[in-house]
């Protein structure tokens, strides 16, 4: 199961997240979970990095399949709009039926 962790202030601003685990839905290269909560995250954080100004910190250990991402609480707009995006279709995934044993979405105050 892909485990899934976003980081959000009391007040709910994104500042973070962690993706890890293989989602076990299929084979490896026929995993359409995977194959979606990849192509989501590589969005993300590709436009973090290349459409907004803010400092953004990226982990990656593929032999793991983990991903961390860290942004500071004081984030531009564009940034906060990307990291609720990202959390709206893996939330959006997990309410599939049919993917819901295959991704954990939790979210945690920091």
């Given at each position: 199961?892909?485990?899934?962790?976003?980081?959000?202030?009391?007040?709910?601003?994104?500042?973070?997240f962690d993706i890890y685990?293989?989602?076990?839905?299929?084979?490896?290269g026929s995993d359409i979970?995977?194959?979606?909560?990849?192509?989501?995250?590589?969005?993300?954080?590709?436009?973090?990095?290349?459409?907004?100004?803010?400092?953004?910190?990226?982990?990656?250990?593929?032999?793991?399949?983990?991903?961390?991402?860290?942004?500071?609480?004081?984030?531009?707009?564009?940034?906060?709009?990307?990291?609720?995006?990202?959390?709206q279709g893996l939330s959006?995934?997990?309410?599939?039926?049919?993917?819901?044993?295959?991704?954990?979405?939790?979210?945690?105050?920091?």
């Amino acid at each position: 199961m892909t485990k899934v962790t976003f980081f959000q202030t009391e007040e709910g601003i994104p500042v973070g997240f962690d993706i890890y685990d293989h989602s076990g839905y299929a084979e490896e290269g026929s995993d359409i979970v995977c194959a979606a909560i990849s192509a989501l995250t590589a969005t993300t954080v590709n436009a973090l990095e290349r459409l907004t100004e803010d400092p953004v910190q990226v982990e990656q250990d593929e032999k793991n399949a983990r991903v961390s991402v860290r942004i500071s609480r004081d984030h531009s707009e564009k940034a906060d709009v990307l990291l609720r995006s990202l959390a709206q279709g893996l939330s959006d995934l997990e309410a599939v039926e049919s993917y819901r044993d295959f991704i954990d979405l939790v979210f945690e105050e920091v």
